[in-house]
């Protein structure tokens, strides 16, 4: 069972950072194609809701699978509750690994239910507007944190595996 939820863990996080990446990569560079030019807002709002519903199944997926994968190493969610066990070098790397995944949860809940939509909205609207403009320069710094929130979760669980 141990193994089976590391397994879903991982794919997990390679999915959701794959996606970020993928929404780097193709789907921005793809939205400044003459062809969406007219609809920027709406290709925006189409993708990012339905990346923006993966993404928080798979945020309650790696919480799961995060905390199965703890007990199956041995660890007894008990001590979490002990000082000692932070102090420790697995518990230092869990505790920046957690407040990352917190970081990312806040910032994509900003995201994905305000900025994200109040940028597409507004680039249908008038997307030469300053407001359009901050909107959208919004939204991308947080998906450009949240990369890289993300990456610094990938290195703080290969220090957790690897020591």
Same mark, same amino acid.
């Given at each position: 069972m141990y193994y %089976? !939820?590391?397994y879903i863990h991982i794919l997990s996080a390679i999915f959701w950072i794959g996606g970020m990446m993928f929404t780097v990569a193709v789907l921005v560079p793809a939205s400044r194609n003459k062809l969406l030019v007219q609809n920027r807002g709406t290709f925006f709002k189409i993708i990012g809701e339905k990346f923006s519903k %993966? !993404?928080?199944f798979l945020f309650l997926i790696l919480?799961?699978?995060g905390v199965t994968n703890?007990?199956?190493r041995g660890i007894p969610l008990g001590s979490l509750l002990n000082a000692s066990f932070w102090d420790s070098g697995f518990g230092s790397h869990l505790f920046i690994k957690l407040h990352l995944?917190?970081?990312v949860l806040i910032l994509s809940g900003i995201?994905?239910?305000y900025a994200g939509p109040k940028a597409a909205r507004l680039m249908n609207e008038d997307e030469e507007a300053i407001q359009t403009q901050?909107?959208?320069k919004i939204s991308s710094w947080i998906g450009r944190i949240n990369f890289l929130l993300g990456l610094a979760i990938l290195y703080y669980a290969i220090?957790?595996?690897r020591g």
């Open positions: %089976i !939820s590391v %993966i !993404s928080w919480l799961v699978t703890l007990v199956g995944f917190a970081g995201h994905d239910f901050r909107f959208r220090r957790l595996t």
